[in-house]
């Protein structure tokens, strides 16, 4: 089986205040993956006030990172039990996950909520334990209740051998160890890299894009966020879409875009294990199967149970 070394597609999971996003603004820094010219002063990923302000509900941000050789995808996913359709939709479109637990709090509802949804889908979780730097700091109790939490919701072997890494992402220090930090997120990224697998590489079988999230741009009309599972595509390429009525509607690829960083690139082909945005027919909605015109074969449903359904 081929694999796709040079990609991981995770996504980040904690209860709130836990520090996703001070983690993954860490994350982006450490990499590089900002140029000098770039500030991370918006926190990388609380821009909802400004979709609400839109008219749109995307809740989930995703985030590229360039780390050595490797691209890492990150979906942020909303811990609250509302968007159990979304947080559903975002394990399907990735290989594993990134639990951010406080090393004083421990354990909390939402941490309990989204780290079910993972486990459902059978996802292997890589464990951070932030905020290590707080004096009431309690790393190895914390990980206890994290290792009876993952027994009470019913986690499988492989699932309970979960690595774990310690981190601050305030002052940007992490390590294998609580007592051993670093000052650098390496310890993050390897840990990512060595336990999230690499997507399979199966590039040469007929296209099947699923959209998972719809984003909408004033130029471009809607925009669906979603992973290539098989297959590749092109700028250009006339393609098949599976709506969820059984109808098929044929339309051209106008643009497609890659994620670096918090930013948008236009690229002109993806394949296989990608996560993409693509536009170029208004009528797209969630759930939907992207595919080629000569193969149309649609994905399972996805549930939706929450306000994007209002856009369509
Ligand atoms: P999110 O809701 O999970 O995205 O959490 P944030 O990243 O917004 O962090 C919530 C709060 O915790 C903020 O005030 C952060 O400055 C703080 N925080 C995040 N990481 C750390 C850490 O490693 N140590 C400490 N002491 N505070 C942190």
Redesign the pocket.
């Known amino acids: 089986m081929q694999l796709r070394e040079d990609i991981r597609n995770i996504a980040i999971i904690?209860?709130?205040?836990?520090?996703?996003?001070?983690?993954?603004?860490q994350l982006l820094r450490y990499s590089g993956t900002f140029r000098d010219n770039e500030h991370v002063d918006d926190?990388a990923?609380?821009s909802n006030d400004l979709e609400r302000e839109r008219g749109i509900t995307i809740l989930a941000k995703n985030t590229a990172i360039e780390y050595k050789d490797t691209h890492i995808n990150i979906m942020d996913t909303p811990?609250h039990a509302d968007f159990g359709g979304e947080v559903e939709r975002i394990m399907k479109m990735v290989d594993g996950v990134l639990l951010?637990v406080?090393a004083y709090e421990g354990c909390m509802p939402q941490t309990r909520f989204v780290l079910k949804k993972a486990l459902e889908q059978k996802l292997n979780p890589v464990v951070v334990l932030?905020?290590?730097?707080?004096p009431s700091a309690r790393p190895q109790q914390v990980i206890d209740e994290v290792l009876d939490l993952f027994i009470e919701l019913g986690a499988d072997d492989s699932q309970l051998e979960f690595p774990v890494v310690y981190?601050?992402?305030?002052?940007g220090t992490s390590g294998n160890e609580p007592d051993e930090q670093e000052e650098s997120m390496e310890a993050v990224f390897e840990t990512i890299i060595e336990n999230i697998p690499a997507p399979v590489d199966n590039s040469e079988d007929p296209l099947q894009f699923q959209i998972t999230l719809l984003d909408y741009n004033e130029y471009l009309g809607r925009v669906g966020i979603g992973r290539i599972f098989r297959g590749s595509i092109k700028v250009g390429q006339q393609v098949s879409l599976m709506k969820k009525d059984g109808s098929v509607k044929n339309f051209r690829i106008s643009k497609l875009f890659g994620f670096i960083g918090l930013k948008r690139i236009e690229i002109q082909e993806a394949k296989a294990g990608d996560i993409i945005a693509l536009a170029g027919l208004e009528d797209i909605n969630v759930g939907e199967t992207v595919c080629p015109t000569d193969h149309p074969e649609a994905l399972p449903i996805l549930r939706i149970d929450e306000p994007t359904l209002q856009m369509t």
């Open positions: 904690a209860h709130v205040d836990h520090g996703k996003t001070t983690l993954v603004d926190r990923m609380d811990g951010v406080d932030n905020k290590i730097d707080r981190a601050s992402a305030l002052n």
